[in-house]
């Protein structure tokens, strides 16, 4: 009897942080595993390591080819089952600097929907497939320090809505998990930070989501009662406080 052949996963945004676990532990699970990301030596680092079960891609987002480049990953691989769309940017900050807004949009809007729409019309052809993104806690409320980033995360979460309910009404075998995190210690925060998950953590917790079908997660679990604190607190005091 064959033994059953590994299923495949893309990661957008492998390099570090929640992708890079994300994808060690796909790793350990068995799959083939593409990773993308700006940094070719971080991603060559990984292929190294894992030189038979990892496919790498090294492109920005932002740029014009993408998708292009993301055809030519699939093709390597010889499919792919599961999408997650982890590449993302914001920068909080006293004043508006339309450099980091506009590389919010380039990254968490503009680069998410480029891929993400062909993904959904990929697996709509191939009859099956999931696709995840990494969304923010922050998607459920304006943010003074970083409008472009919780704007950009609500435009994310929405739209994972949006074709969850597309895939369904389509009759799609298509399954959406929209991700919204709260803090991850990605990297060293300047303010003190409340439940903190470790990107391990995170990582884990979002493949279980994705394993189970879930359409929305927070991670960790308890950043579930935030978002609901931030969604039905009145306008008036929450704007005094963010």
């Known amino acids: 009897m064959s033994s059953p052949t590994p299923k495949k996963v893309i990661i957008i945004g492998a390099t570090s942080g929640i992708g890079k676990e994300m994808a060690l532990l796909y790793l350990q699970k068995g799959y083939s595993v593409g990773i993308t990301g700006r940094r070719e030596m971080l991603l060559n680092e990984m292929k190294q390591k894992f030189p038979s079960q990892i496919f790498t891609a090294c492109f920005d987002v932002r740029g014009e080819n993408n998708i292009e480049c993301l055809k030519t990953l699939i093709d390597e691989m010889g499919g792919v089952d599961i999408f997650i769309y982890n590449a993302g940017y914001g920068e909080p900050g006293e004043t508006l600097n339309p450099e980091i807004e506009k590389r919010v949009y380039e990254i968490n809007v503009k680069g998410f929907v480029d891929l993400t729409a062909y993904m959904f019309n990929?697996?709509?052809?191939?009859?099956?497939?999931?696709?995840?993104?990494?969304?923010?806690?922050?998607?459920?409320?304006?943010?003074?320090?970083?409008?472009?980033?919780?704007?950009?995360k609500a435009f994310m979460s929405n739209y994972m809505e949006g074709l969850h309910m597309k895939a369904r009404r389509l009759k799609a075998n298509i399954f959406i998990t929209d991700i919204q995190p709260g803090f991850v210690k990605t990297k060293p925060a300047s303010n003190p930070r409340f439940w903190v998950a470790s990107p391990q953590k995170a990582a884990k917790q979002i493949i279980a989501a994705i394993e189970a079908k879930k359409w929305r997660v927070y991670i960790t679990k308890r950043w579930w009662l935030i978002a609901m604190l931030m969604k039905y607190m009145p306008s008036w005091l929450y704007h005094r406080m963010a």
């Open 122 to 152: 990929y697996f709509l052809q191939e009859g099956h497939g999931q696709i995840a993104a990494t969304s923010s806690i922050a998607s459920v409320k304006g943010l003074s320090l970083a409008p472009a980033y919780s704007a950009s």
